[in-house]
Nanobody
């Protein structure tokens, strides 16, 4: 069964950090391009970071320099390290690969 499961979301204060995980099952994540998206309340889903099958990543301007993706191929998992978080980063974060989407994990940045 092909599945993507995100985790690691939560409540964090502005300036804080979180690391999101996206664990894949049923396929080998490392051979596919994958992306992180987010959807804030009342807004459209937007691309946060896109990683090619070769491993190069492009980031949205709004997160460049603050967010970083990485992979653990042994765990078939990708990560989104988010630093210097801002209230405007509040959103449900999704990973997607091979046409599949995870269920999302909520990140709330607030005092």
């Amino acid at each position: 069964q092909v599945q993507l499961v995100e985790s690691g979301g939560g409540l964090v204060q502005p300036g804080g950090s979180l690391r999101l995980s996206c664990a894949a099952s049923g396929f080998t994540l490392s051979v596919y391009a994958m992306s992180w998206y987010r959807q804030a309340p009342g807004k459209e889903r937007e691309l946060v970071a896109a990683t090619s099958a070769g491993g190069s990543t492009n980031y949205a301007d709004s997160v460049k320099g603050r967010f970083t993706t990485s992979r653990d191929n042994a765990k078939n998992t990708v990560y989104l390290q988010m630093n210097s978080l801002k209230p405007e980063d509040t959103a449900v974060y999704y990973c997607t690969a091979w046409g599949y989407w995870g269920q999302g994990t909520l990140v709330t940045v607030s005092e």
